[in-house]
């Protein structure tokens, strides 16, 4: 069993929403650190989204001002708001908290599988 379930994914015209759920299968993972991460066919695996421990969340250039990580009250979801899609933000999103760069996103299936969202243009 992983311990994340991430889900929210789907088709949407460019422009549009999603909100992306990743959300812990146990009650005791820790979800300190979890980031959001993706893969876009032809790139390697990006970081897109994580609160940092100290100093401000890190956002990705290319989703900067676009899309928004949170969490819930009790800080077993994490969220990722993404408005304003774009073609090129279609790709399997997961959410992991690795210590190493992995050029292949599907490495962070260890922590729970993606979910996929396509964006039409």
């Known amino acids: 069993e992983v311990p994340l379930e991430v889900s929210g994914g789907g088709s949407v015209q460019a422009g549009g929403s999603l909100r992306l759920s990743c959300r812990a299968s146990?009650?005791?993972?820790?979800?300190?650190?979890m980031g959001w991460y993706r893969q876009v066919a032809g790139k390697e695996c990006e970081l897109v989204a994580k609160e940092m421990s100290i100093g401000p969340t890190y956002y990705s250039e290319s989703v900067e001002g676009r899309f928004t990580i949170s969490r819930d009250g009790d800080k077993k979801t994490l969220y990722l708001q993404m408005n304003n899609l774009k073609p090129e933000d279609s790709g399997e999103y997961y959410c992991?908290?690795?210590?190493?760069?992995?050029?292949?996103?599907?490495?962070?299936?260890?922590w729970g599988l993606g979910t996929l969202v396509t964006i039409s243009s």
């Open positions: 992991a908290n690795p210590t190493v760069h992995y050029k292949e996103c599907r490495v962070l299936e260890a």
């Open positions: 146990r009650g005791s993972f820790d979800m300190t650190g």
